[in-house]
């Protein structure tokens, strides 16, 4: 009798035991799953805005991102220097907006494209076994640089620090731009002995590791020029901050087109190139291939406003994937040189701009929106930055540089507009004249 109550017993805490086990691993995270904000593109977690208490009211801006196809009256509003009364916040009355980055990536001006059908084997590079490899490769900068330190005056751009924090913000900007240009990029705290060190059968890279007269574990590069231990980087004693980015598949795979650029600086202490001695340049570029014929040209104008934007000088040139052609987008590769001055803005990274005055007109829609207080750049990078793992990425001052530098861009090209009009130097691109939910710019208000 005692032996069959004790069997009950057990078996009701079995039960219990299963109960608990489904509703702590079952349950609660499909709970949790439906609390949390939807996903959207870009990894942002997009308002479903269709009946949403919290959708933004009618007559503003961010209103038109709830409501694809009428985003053309609003948009036309947007003053390039218009500024809320509140610095950084959100607008009052909007505290119950999820957030400004999720209502930029679901404005209609960063509608999901399409995915392309399959034309041929070729295209299912990325599931082919061979590709699966690149996932776990990734290109990486170390941290050699504090935060809040800016690079000296002094220093010419091909000197400068190469900083892990640049890569991570300008992966981030790129995408609020919506060029998705540069290769996915995150920030890390590793542990070189143990997740480098230790795990590598590669007797060159062993080599490379040395520890510091600190006691710290350092590693230098092998490569033709400053990859002496004097340019080593150093865990304290064995973490180290990092930059990864995803790895593109191999040239054979994918192969890529590596062009000098033609705003090219000169690497060497006292050289100048054409481009900065003859303000006439751009029309001599306009006549050369590759430039003369296909969107090139208009491709380097955006990787201009990108650079101007980060504060990267060092551009020497830029990589193409051969497969798209001459139209094929440029990939912004190497960003390491940028955020090094939040101070200065190096206008002469704008020259392509200011030179041949043409701008994509989706180009031109996207910096107009972050000019506006409700997508403020600043505000979306600081949002954007704050999901990396070495968050804080940039500096106040770095974060308001950009809403400084946007301001220069949309003058510029105010400025073109003036001279040459808006006809000749906002330029539709063939795909943006097919899309449905074209939006316009009322650039002359
Ligand atoms: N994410 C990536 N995936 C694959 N290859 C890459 C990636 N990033 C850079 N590379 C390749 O690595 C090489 C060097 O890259 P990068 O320009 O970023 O480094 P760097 O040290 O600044 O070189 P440089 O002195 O030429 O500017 C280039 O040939 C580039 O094609
Ligand atoms: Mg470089």
Not at 42 to 52: E, K, Q, T, V, Y
Not at 197 to 202: A, D, F, G, R
Not at 231 to 260: D, K, Q
Not at 424 to 438: D, G, H, I, R
Request: proline share 7%.
């Amino acid at each position: 009798m005692l032996g069959l109550r004790r069997d009950r017993l057990l078996t009701l805490l079995l039960l219990g035991a299963l109960l608990s086990a489904d509703l702590y691993f079952h349950l609660w995270p499909q709970v949790r799953l439906q609390l949390r904000p939807r996903r959207g593109r870009g990894g942002c977690s997009c308002p479903n805005s269709a009946g949403d208490p919290t959708a933004p009211p009618p007559d503003s801006a961010a209103a038109t991102a709830s409501r694809p196809g009428e985003a053309e009256h609003n948009f036309s509003q947007v003053q390039p220097g218009e500024r809320s009364e509140e610095q950084g916040g959100r607008s009052a009355g909007r505290q119950d907006l999820p957030s400004k980055l999720q209502n930029l990536f679901a404005h209609p001006l960063y509608r999901t494209l399409e995915e392309p059908s399959l034309q041929g084997p070729e295209d299912t590079l990325l599931s082919s076994r061979e590709a699966l490899r690149y996932y776990l490769r990734k290109v990486a900068r170390w941290n050699r640089q504090q935060r809040e330190e800016e690079t000296p005056e002094d220093y010419f751009y091909f000197i400068d620090f190469q900083r892990h924090n640049a890569e991570i913000a300008a992966f981030h900007l790129d995408r609020i731009l919506d060029f998705r240009r540069v290769p996915p990029t995150v920030g890390r705290l590793l542990n070189v002995t143990k997740e480098i060190l230790e795990v590598t059968k590669n007797e060159i890279l062993q080599s490379v590791f040395f520890v510091s007269p600190a006691s710290n574990v350092c590693f230098f590069a092998k490569c033709p020029y400053m990859c002496k231990t004097e340019y080593a980087v150093c865990g304290n004693p064995h973490l180290l901050e990092g930059s990864l980015s995803a790895f593109l598949p191999s040239l054979n795979l994918a192969p890529r087109l590596s062009v000098p650029s033609p705003w090219i600086r000169s690497y060497s202490l006292a050289g100048k190139e054409e481009w900065e001695v003859n303000p006439l340049y751009c029309d001599s570029v306009k006549q050369t291939y590759p430039y003369n014929s296909s969107n090139r040209l208009l491709n380097i104008m955006d990787m201009a406003i990108f650079d101007f934007l980060i504060g990267n000088m060092d551009r020497h040139h830029y990589e193409m994937f051969t497969k798209f052609g001459d139209d094929g987008f440029l990939i912004h590769l190497d960003n390491a040189r940028g955020f090094g001055r939040h101070s200065h803005d190096e206008i002469s990274i704008l020259s392509p701009l200011s030179q041949c005055c043409m701008i994509k007109k989706k180009t031109l829609l996207h910096l107009q929106l972050l000019a506006h207080p409700d997508y403020r750049l600043s505000d979306v990078m600081r949002e954007s930055l704050q999901e990396d793992q070495l968050s804080p990425v940039l500096t106040e001052p770095h974060l308001l540089a950009l809403d400084r530098r946007l301001q220069i861009i949309l003058k510029t090209v105010e400025g073109c507009i003036r001279i040459h009009g808006e006809q000749n130097v906002v330029v539709t691109e063939p795909s943006e004249l097919l899309a449905p939910n074209s939006v316009q710019a009322d650039l002359a208000s």
